[in-house]
């Protein structure tokens, strides 16, 4: 799994903690000390979910498009098509014991630990986030 997880939250807390005011992709890449394309790529996926609107242009930039309490954690997490778990890319010996039963029994295993973290990250949604940054940045 790479960072554009983390980093989504981090661009929707950010547009959250700056209410009704565009950000570019430049301004939101120093929060996060990266290079601003790949803020933009992550905000074209964002974009393409619903969850920001992009304004092109002078004075424009990437606002929420929803509420930031009805976005969930999870709701971001969908965005991706990245898992914690995968399977190794090459087939395991079927002549072995374990080459012959260890994916079927880790894709069950995976399955139920990744239900368990979706049902945790639909617990916390962007503006809980924001508050608590707000909270310790007091």
Known sequence: MTSRFTVAIHI?????????????????AVSVNTNPVVIR????????AGLIHIQMGQGGGAMLAIEPDKITLKDVYMVFDERLFVLHPSKPN???ICGRNIQPILLEVFSETEQVLV????????????AEILKRGK
Not at 119 to 130: A, C, F, V
């Open 94 to 96: 079927a002549k072995c």
């Open 12 to 28: 929707l807390s950010l547009l959250d903690l700056n209410k009704g005011q565009s950000r570019t992709s430049a301004e939101l």
């Open 119 to 130: 049902s945790e990250l639909s617990q916390k949604t962007i503006h809980q986030i924001s």
């Open 41 to 48: 790529k992550i905000l074209g996926i964002l974009k393409k």
